[in-house]
């Protein structure tokens, strides 16, 4: 059996690259426009404490009667950033096209980037407001992205709604990404008419989720984002110019994270595992250590918006915010919504369950052997050595029986490398069935992504703070944790794991993991001591 891989040369790259070029040329979105059931008050100011004027968006039914419950959304890109009809259909956010939508989706003309359709919303008796930022859109003043600031000038925002007479004094907040990023330090602050939360796929540690992974810098997405914010908001922080004099996490990094504890209102958090690159991590962290009075979370492995703007999520989102706006005696929501795939277009199961990493759990921990297999006792000794730039090593473990893995993995490892001063780790946990790899959804519109994935910059093996030399053969004890996942591998399948010296995909627009990238090492060897190297997987009991 190979002991070592190319995982940037899979089978199925043409048949992807043609269905990826057909959505960006022609992405599968409907947009339909506001009926005159809905009235819209476009860019009402409030006055923050000094001075500055922000500015919002109002929806609400035309015929509205008596207070309605609030969704607030607050982000720097500018809140009249809507589709526009053309001639020939819609002009829409160019991401829709950079990022696959590999499914169908729905949504109005007032629709906001990564906000909620306002235009649904209000037929579902409920105000929505669309806010600029501090120095964003037709705000005054200028920003700091993740600030205490933004936090502060929401929660004056916050009260304002609450005290307007269409207001019933109750507001809750919504919204994906950078929507979602805005909720975290408000809900801290704890404003007492913010009555509930939806942060929907959002991270929560800027460097280890985002730009820093594993002490990995990431400069493709990351480099594309800050060019983005730099161009549509005015801000006084350059983010781009502030990880490069902080490379490792410190107490700049530490002021633009929040504190969960604080977080206490309910909470309705997106965990999907279809967002590894970005939100996924920092999501369930949300979850696991917020100290909300109700946390939920909603995983699934769909597309990010398809997902978010479809009948599942949206009937979960509003029987959470019926129940903490309205106050109507709507059931709580399952403390976890799990979705287990089989693969990417196949969903196996959807269950309720009480905590998250399950409590049944059986962690069961696969050795790696010298002759590329893994097993749950150890295995041939000896050693594995790759050329860290152009290939993986990799290790096998075929399925006897339908087996459920649902939770984080984690690898640990004894490697030894040579001939490179600052090696990276990138490993991945692939699915193959039938001789092929199997692809899930992953960030960005992805949809060749592993089942699992993990990094580590080996000068940074003992935190994210203290580097440490690495001597050439000099064997390294190591532990790199991967994204959560939920995933059924049936009989006769197998679980593959990859460790490279650099990111397992390819970047390529139209086959690969575009605009995802990661500082790779510069050339060497490594070697994976196979004693004393593991992968604990989450083996879930049938039944």
Known sequence: MAVTDRPWRRPGAATYARARLRNALRPPIEVYRMPGTVRKDADLPVEMSDGVTLR??????ADARGPLPTLLSAHPYGKDGTPRARRNGWSLNPQFRVMNQSEPLRISDQTSWEAPDPVWWSEQGYAVVNLDTRGGGHSGGRGDLLSDQEAEDIAQ????????????????????????????????????????????????????????????????????????TQRVARLNVDLAAGRRRHPLRDEWWERLTPDLSKITAPMLVCTSFSDANLHSVGSMRAFERSGSIEPRAYTHRGPKWATFYGERARTAQKAFFDRHLREEDVPALPTVRLEVRDRRDAVSQVREENEWPLARTQWRSLHLSADGTLAPVPGIPGGVRFPLRRRAAAFEYRFDTDTELTGPMTVRLRVATRGCADPRLFVGVEKWADGRPVGFEGSYGYGRDHVAQGRLRLALRDGVDTLRSVADDEEMDVEIGLSPSATLFRAGESLRLLIGGRYLHPRNPLFGHFPAHYVPSRGGTATIVCEGSELTVPVIPPG
Do not use: H
Request: hydrophobic share 50%.
């Open 56 to 61: 919002l968006n109002l929806f609400r039914p």
């Open 157 to 228: 925002v916050i009260a304002w709604i609450a005290a307007q007479p269409w207001s019933n004094g109750r507001v809750g907040m919504l919204g994906v990404s950078y929507l979602a990023l805005s909720q975290y330090k408000v809900a801290a602050l704890q404003p007492p008419e913010l009555k509930a939360i939806c942060p929907w796929e959002g991270f929560t540690d800027a460097y280890s989720d985002f730009f820093t992974p594993g002490g990995v810098v990431e400069n493709g997405f990351a480099r594309i984002w800050l060019a983005l």
